[in-house]
């Protein structure tokens, strides 16, 4: 058999099939199948993220770096839709991470979130607006699918909604039986066998100093942290929808799209002596790996 020649970019393994020796790439490592990191090969950055832990300020400030930031917004001014649609489509994108990741040519860090303060938060996004609009598809919409059904093979109606502890339950039961089979917004933020590559974990509370202290470094260029903060992510959080949450916010059910007029109570409501315990149960791999950056 003619010997196959392979983008140099590739990793390798020779495999015997029926008598014939193939080649075929390695596996993707799953912190980049799952999660695949911002990369360029020309900046000195492999960034990890995780949805809901501050990834739109961390994907703006990647994309300014590379002169990007101005394309990306033209393209639409939901970040993302550039980075999945455009940045991350190019061929063997994730190929040349894995590479790079496995050569150590790049510095690999990853922005985490306190996993205390983001299970809340990502409970919250299942009322937004997205989750009730027809015009463009949305993952909580697929979420309340998975939601309705969860609830049904409990013998329980799908109305009034979802509580914190349903959600906290559902969450512990997915996950339980397979790491990130639940949405990436709500799964944990660890991937098995991250450390492997990380050469630094940062909280994204204290992102903004640190990619002001690496400015002027290794051609990282000084941006503007405060205007990149900016993003729809943001819940406009009112003192009269926090106040209906006020006493035993865990047991108060949501329906899809509840807050669709922006109008959100603040997720800190939500986070009691009740809650605190089966967020950590939960939400374990976080805690155990990110924990002790949060006092946890």
Avoid at 143 to 169: I, K, Q, S
């Amino acid at each position: 058999m003619d010997n196959v020649r392979l983008p140099s970019h590739y990793t390798s393994q020779r495999v015997k099939v029926s008598g014939f020796m193939l080649f075929r790439p390695s596996k993707l490592p799953d912190s980049v199948r799952i999660r695949p990191p911002l990369y360029d090969p020309s900046f000195p950055y492999i960034v990890f993220w995780s949805q809901k832990s501050g990834c739109t300020t961390v994907v703006k400030w990647f994309f300014a770096q590379l002169g990007l930031l101005d394309e990306a917004l033209a393209y639409s001014n939901w970040i993302h839709d550039y980075e999945g649609q455009v940045f991350k489509k190019r061929k063997f994108y994730k190929r040349e991470v894995a590479e790079a990741l496995r050569s150590g040519t790049h510095k690999a860090v990853k922005v985490v979130r306190d996993p205390m303060a983001r299970a809340p938060s990502s409970f919250l996004v299942l009322a937004e607006r997205g989750a009730i609009l027809e015009r463009r598809h949305h993952w909580a919409q697929d979420h309340w699918t998975l939601v309705n059904d969860w609830l049904a093979e409990r013998g329980r109606p799908v109305e009034p909604g979802l509580t914190f502890l349903d959600h906290l339950e559902m969450v512990r039961e997915f996950e339980a039986k397979e790491a990130h089979s639940i949405n990436q917004h709500i799964s944990p933020q660890y991937v098995a066998g991250e450390e492997e590559f990380l050469n630094e974990v940062i909280p994204i509370e204290r992102f903004a100093d640190w990619a002001t202290g690496i400015a002027g470094t290794d051609g990282i260029k000084d941006v503007d942290m405060n205007a990149l903060g900016e993003s729809r992510h943001h819940h406009q959080v009112t003192e009269r929808r926090t106040k209906m949450f006020a006493e035993n916010a865990e047991t108060i059910p949501i329906e899809r799209g509840a807050f669709a007029n922006g109008k959100f109570p603040s997720s800190k409501v939500f986070i009691n002596e009740r809650t605190q315990p089966i967020i950590r149960d939960t939400y374990k791999v976080d805690f155990d790996n990110y924990g002790h950056l949060y006092g946890h």
